[in-house]
């Protein structure tokens, strides 16, 4: 028993990824860094809450509602709340209040709150009402297309975007796929390979900053229940 995930991909340009979860005799997790900012609805002894979820730079033990049942949406880099910059929501976050089981108040207005299949319906309420905003530079720097303007303006408007710098960004996805890597079986030594880590001592430290878990926890699968992957969680 533990936390039984299931996510989604979206074809939505504005939305990474769409997620639940059900926790099952569980209090804590270890969290992992991430780079994007949510929203996340949850809901635990027939009350119902709601939230804004930021990114997260460092590993750390994050409490679980233990029978609480969860639907999160990952928005794509770039994107922000108009009136919440992301900056103000790493390794933090807000609760949304006067939540109902059906309905949820952000940004002045009263929603409906969805389901995993209502997610992207959501999302493009909130764009059409300039709830959520995105700016279109941090998409091609991502993509890696050159842009008109000085490297000192694009790292600026890419950590006024995301909140993080774009080293940061690439630190933490590096070490969230060499977990994943790792635990799905994959040699120390092409992880180190593949991913351009200098030798397995300096993927250790990364693991341990951004993962909070060893090559051979990983292997293992032990630890204790992990936010590592939204396709699976380890529970032993």
């Known amino acids: 028993m533990g936390l039984r995930f299931e996510t989604r991909r979206s074809d939505s340009p504005w939305v990474d990824s769409v997620w639940t979860c059900t926790s099952e005799r569980v209090t804590e997790m270890t969290s992992v860094a991430g780079v994007r900012w949510g929203l996340v609805f949850w809901e635990q002894a027939g009350v119902a809450y709601a939230g804004v979820t930021g990114p997260e730079t460092r590993t750390g033990t994050a409490p679980v509602p233990e029978g609480a049942t969860f639907t999160g949406i990952e928005f794509a880099l770039g994107t922000s709340l108009r009136a919440v910059p992301t900056a103000a929501l790493v390794d933090g976050g807000i609760v949304l209040p006067d939540t109902t089981s059906r309905t949820f108040r952000i940004d002045g207005a009263r929603l409906e709150t969805p389901g995993p299949d209502d997610a992207e319906a959501l999302v493009e309420r909130l764009v059409r009402t300039g709830t959520v905003v995105r700016d279109p530079l941090v998409a091609d720097v991502l993509r890696g297309h050159d842009r008109a303007v000085s490297a000192r303006t694009v ?10 710098t774009r ?3 690439r630190q933490i996805e590096r070490a ?3 977990a994943e890597r790792l635990g799905s079986g994959d040699k120390t030594a092409d992880v180190v390979a593949d991913l351009d880590f200098f030798d397995e ?4 430290r990364a693991l341990r900053a951004y993962v909070g878990r060893t090559v051979g926890q990983l292997r293992a699968g032990v630890g204790g229940a992990i936010a590592l992957d939204l396709d699976q969680c380890v529970t032993s």
């Open 167 to 169: 080293g940061a960004v």
């Open 155 to 164: 790292e600026r408007r890419f950590r006024a975007a995301t909140g993080l």
């Open 201 to 204: 001592p300096h993927l250790a």
């Open 176 to 178: 969230r796929v060499a």
